[in-house]
């Protein structure tokens, strides 16, 4: 073999490793790209899905706060105005469909009411409604927020909780026992909701606002609470009243029971207040 047949060889070998030295390379940075595109989907999406929807919840639970805050500061004939986001308004790329539902329920058609009865009364005093928001993801119900008896309750697959308290409360009596006081919201108006990914408004106007000043003597005492979210007040009832105020604080499927023997003074205002989603 002469040293030009060496040489080519030589050189043909030399390509062959070039082509696969190329190869090698290509499926490596390949395999980078895709390393790095399940770390992107599988940790920072997730991340950054999960931070953007709770801020994205306290903001939607803050504006609930501001629906209870305006309505328990309005006077007869008052009207504001507030504005409610839908769904987020950024989402991570590859992220989860997010779908915001805003839902009305008035007091001529809601399950969801608070009652005070006692045997001097010819009929329970009442009051019903509830605004309600609920977000879905990828079709799949994930959080609700509802105004409710003036108060706030925010629930989840895992349970619920009274985030902001209602306007209920009990102090000790000069002449012994406890004295009662609370305010009620009839929610009156148009069943309505509102469904999309952008924002929707409330417009509150209140109608009438009633003082009572009861005086229940021996009677008993009885607040019943309707409430799709009733183990979460069972909760904050339980907490509020007992073992001091209350005799006995009891469940029954979507209904709480409060039982008070030792009330001296029950001071009730109940508000009426139109509610329209725009």
């Known amino acids: 073999m002469n040293k030009f047949d060496r040489t080519m060889r030589w050189k043909r070998r030399m390509r062959g490793d070039d082509g696969v030295a190329s190869v090698i390379g290509t499926i490596f940075a390949i395999l980078v790209l895709l390393t790095l595109l399940s770390l992107l989907i599988t940790t920072y999406i997730p991340a950054w899905e999960k931070q953007n929807e709770q801020e994205f919840m306290n903001e939607t639970l803050s504006r609930f706060s501001t629906v209870k805050s305006v309505n328990g500061l309005m006077e007869t004939d008052d009207q504001q105005f507030v504005s409610i986001p ?6 991570p790329l590859f992220g989860k469909t997010v ?21 001097g009364l010819s009929e329970p005093i009442k009051s019903t409604g509830s605004l309600e928001y609920l977000v879905y993801q990828n079709s799949k119900l994930e959080q609700r927020i509802s105004y409710e008896m003036g108060a706030v309750v925010v629930f989840q697959p895992d349970g619920g909780l009274v985030k ?4 209920i409360a009990a102090s000790p009596s000069s002449g012994g026992g ?6 009620m919201y009839e929610l009156v108006g148009d069943d309505s909701e509102r469904i999309g990914d952008g924002a929707s408004g409330v417009r509150l106007d209140v109608n009438d606002i009633q003082h009572y000043e009861l005086t229940p003597g021996d009677d008993t005492v009885t607040m019943v609470i309707g409430s799709a979210y009733a183990a979460a007040w069972e909760d904050w009832l339980n907490e509020r009243f007992m073992p001091e105020v209350a ?22 205002t109940k508000v009426w207040t139109e509610v329209v989603l725009e």
């Open 86 to 91: 839908l769904a987020p308004s950024k989402v």
């Open 164 to 167: 902001v308290a209602p306007q």
């Open 178 to 183: 406890y004295d009662l006081r609370l305010t």
């Open 247 to 268: 005799d006995s604080v009891s469940r029954d499927g979507g209904e709480v029971t409060v039982i008070f023997n030792d009330l001296n003074e029950i001071e009730i």
């Open 99 to 119: 779908l915001g539902k805003l839902d009305f329920t008035p007091s001529k058609v809601s399950d969801t009411s608070i009652s005070v009865d006692f045997a």
